[in-house]
């Protein structure tokens, strides 16, 4: 019974990991991989998401500071939603994949 139950476990990560890397989408709604995904931010090949597809940085615009100094970590901060410990991190290889110019 026990390797039944492990074997179950096993495929059921398995499974939800796949799912979780292709929960983005195109804009025809085809699916397509995430490069990295959080428990509320996902980056794909066009930017920064949420899981949920209700907000999106484009990647042209993740080092985008207006003003000087107004990061979008800081523009965040002020919204009650926002898993910040998340969203630092999917910023951080959001930078890392695509560098500034």
């Known amino acids: 019974m026990a390797t039944i139950l492990s074997a179950a476990l096993l495929f059921l990560n398995f499974t939800i990991f796949k799912v ?9 709604g085809r699916a397509m991989p ?10 794909t090949k066009n ?3 949420t899981t949920d597809r209700k907000y999106f940085i484009a990647k042209e ?29 999917a910023m951080t290889f959001a930078r890392a994949t695509w560098p500034k110019k």
Do not use: C
């Open 20 to 28: 979780r890397r292709y929960i983005g989408s195109d804009n025809g």
């Open 34 to 43: 995430a490069l990295w995904v959080g428990s509320q931010w996902m980056v």
């Open 47 to 49: 930017g920064v998401d």
């Open 61 to 89: 615009r993740v080092h985008e500071e207006d003003p000087p100094g107004y990061t979008w970590e800081r523009h965040m901060e002020e919204k009650d939603w926002v898993d910040m410990t998340d969203f630092r991190r």
